[in-house]
T-cell receptor
């Protein structure tokens, strides 16, 4: 069965500092991996996705994530945090067999001035 | 191109009632999925429809049902509402089938059961 674990339900970084949100997955077949962001009172917006092409995936708003099969990880990074990055971030996994997406519990990112 | 729209955006019901939520996918998208989001359980998959057929179903009781129409619009119904059904219900659409397809989410319907 597929699963996703996001380490840290809350992460705080200073404005301008590196953002690192951790995600580990479990899947019996090569997975598709996603990062979504949710701003208050809004739906989810796709940041980036991995579909077995390049292992380093670049997304919107300066975010990127690296697929590491040996570590079963798909951590999200951004070199320099901006106040507008404050939101909740969800890592998710699916596979070729169906469209069901399994989400992690989410990490709320706080940006300190 | 218009995004995924969900109606209504907010809803208040009482225990025992039933509710129907509506989702209009992005034009041309044929797959619609539904998710329940709560603070305790996070985001949980409810079901997915493609070309009017339910392809996948999550671990929810039979009180939760859905359907998809020929124009790809989808409805979700919850009967005999319980307090625990209070949640944000999100709909997502994608162009086709397959786990690699990008799902585009609507703003959600926030349901409060009293």
């Amino acid at each position: 069965a597929q699963s996703v674990t996001q380490l840290g339900s809350h992460v705080s970084v200073s404005e301008g500092a590196l953002v690192l949100l951790r995600c580990n997955y479990s899947s019996s077949v090569p997975p598709y991996l996603f990062w979504y962001v949710q701003y208050p009172n809004q739906g989810l917006q796709l940041l980036l996705k991995y579909t077995s092409a390049a292992t380093l995936v670049k997304g919107i708003n300066g975010f990127e994530a690296e697929f590491k099969k040996s570590e079963t990880s798909f951590h999200l990074t951004k070199p320099s945090a901006h106040m507008s990055d404050a939101a909740e971030y969800f890592c998710a996994v699916s596979d070729k067999r169906d469209d069901k997406i399994i989400f992690g519990k989410g990490t709320r990112l706080h940006i300190l001035p | 191109k218009a995004g995924v729209t969900q109606t209504p955006r907010y809803l208040i019901k009482t225990r025992g009632q039933q509710v129907t939520l509506s989702c209009s996918p992005i034009s041309g998208h044929r797959s619609v999925s539904w998710y329940q989001q709560t603070p305790g359980q996070g985001l949980q998959f409810l079901f997915e429809y493609f070309s009017e057929t339910q392809r996948n179903k999550g671990n929810f009781p039979g009180r939760f049902s859905g359907r998809q129409f020929s124009n790809s619009r989808s409805e979700m119904n919850v009967s005999t509402l319980e307090l625990g059904d209070s949640a944000l219900y999100l709909c997502a659409s994608s162009l086709g089938q397959g786990g690699q397809e990008t799902q585009y989410f609507g703003p959600g319907t926030r349901l409060l059961v009293l």
